[in-house]
T-cell receptor, first 114, second 116 residues
Framework: DVKVTQSSRYLVKRTGEKVFLECVQDMDHENMFWYRQDPGLGLRLIYF???????EKGDIPEGYSVSREKKERFSLILESASTNQTSMYLC?????????????FGQGTRLTVV | AQTVTQSQPEMSVQEAETVTLSCTYD???????LFWYKQPPSRQMILVIRQEAYKQQNATENRFSVNFQKAAKSFSLKISDSQLGDAAMYFCAYRSRNNAGNMLTFGGGTRLMVKP
């Protein structure tokens, strides 16, 4: 079974803190993604990566950065957390260039910034 | 850019009955994939069903089937014989076949409630 593991299910941070969300997958997937989920807005792509050290901006990258030093690990960084970044964060991974390449998701991290 | 719209924020269905969730999308591409994902209260997103745009035949997976209308850019999900375990958020998603990054574009979601 594919496993995508996010380091925390719940996180509470203070405004201005630097926040790291970690994601690890065990299926040797090339692609990894960070989405943000808010009610009524569905999932919006923050950043994705298709290879080690490669990253591409998604639809809402402002206020976020990412790091991919190893193939299996993709980190989302909030340089200076703000209350409007309170949300659910979902990590996903998939194969690159397969005929069908659905994404597999982690269990989500609910981040609250106070 | 592609957009995906789910016009029903909430739906409810009686156990054992059939319900249809709607999804429309906007794209200028001819080759793409469409997906329905389920997110139960545990928050784990699970793939329910997938459809390749070049296939005319509608995909089915046990009690789940789709009505794919390419010209109308519509992709609805039908759940037959609804069960309590079907209660969840359902998301429709689009992926371009030309998109090497394989990123999915999601709709806003539909919350399905199943009444016993």
């Amino acid at each position: 079974d594919v496993k995508v593991t996010q380091s925390s299910r719940y996180l509470v941070k203070r405004t201005g803190e630097k926040v790291f969300l970690e994601c690890v997958q065990d299926m040797d997937h090339e692609n990894m993604f960070w989405y943000r989920q808010d009610p009524g807005l569905g999932l919006r792509l923050i950043y994705f990566s298709y290879d080690v050290k490669m990253k591409e901006k998604g639809d809402i990258p402002e206020g976020y950065s990412v790091s991919r030093e190893k193939k299996e690990r993709f980190s989302l960084i909030l340089e200076s957390a703000s209350t409007n970044q309170t949300s659910m964060y979902l990590c996903a991974s998939s194969f690159l260039d397969r005929v069908i390449a659905e994404a597999f998701f982690g269990q989500g991290t609910r981040l609250t910034v106070v | 850019a592609q957009t995906v719209t789910q016009s029903q924020p909430e739906m409810s269905v009686q156990e054992a009955e059939t319900v249809t969730l709607s999804c429309t999308y906007d794209t200028s591409e001819s080759d793409y994939y469409l997906f329905w994902y389920k997110q139960p209260p545990s928050r784990q997103m699970i793939l329910v069903i997938r459809q390749e745009a070049y296939k005319q035949q509608n995909a089915t997976e046990n009690r789940f089937s789709v009505n794919f209308q390419k010209a109308a850019k519509s992709f609805s999900l039908k759940i037959s014989d609804s069960q309590l375990g079907d209660a969840a958020m359902y998301f429709c998603a689009y992926r371009s076949r030309n998109n090497a990054g394989n990123m999915l574009t999601f709709g806003g979601g539909t919350r399905l409630m199943v009444k016993p």
